[in-house]
């Protein structure tokens, strides 16, 4: 049973900095791309970051490029998002999902889901 757990949400001032982990487990992930998606209040779930498992690759939307980076540690079979230059727009529930491609960028590329964590960035 593939878990995927989301945590380091929470309320943030616009211009801040957040960091979310996700913790994956049931089994192994070499071979897989994870990923990052968001849904803002009223709006569909889209794309923010997807890396592969080894960290060789990465996608990123263009919205998030160069606030927003992701990471693996592979010891700890987790998955990061850095967030930095938090602004209003980007208050969302985040999602962490694990893809059975090795690159993947798009929500029916993805097997698993976790979750969620809420975000909130402030004005």
């Known amino acids: 049973q593939v878990q995927l757990v989301e945590s380091g949400g929470g309320l943030v001032q616009a211009g801040g900095s957040l960091r979310l982990s996700c913790a994956a487990s049931?089994?192994?992930?070499?071979?897989?791309?994870m990923g990052w998606f968001r849904r803002a209040p009223g709006k569909e779930r889209e794309f923010v970051a997807s890396?592969?498992?080894?960290?060789?690759?990465?996608r990123y939307a263009d919205s998030m490029k160069g606030r927003f980076t992701i990471s693996t540690d592979n010891a700890k079979n987790t998955v990061y998002l850095q967030m930095n230059s938090l602004k209003p727009e980007d208050t969302a529930n985040y999602y962490c999902?694990?893809?059975?491609?090795?690159?993947?960028?798009?929500?029916?590329?993805?097997?698993?889901w976790g979750q969620g964590t809420q975000v909130t960035v402030s004005s």
């Open positions: 049931g089994r192994t992930f070499s071979n897989n791309a």
């Open positions: 999902a694990a893809s059975q491609f090795r690159i993947a960028t798009t929500e029916r590329m993805y097997n698993y």
């Open positions: 890396i592969s498992w080894y960290g060789s690759s990465t």
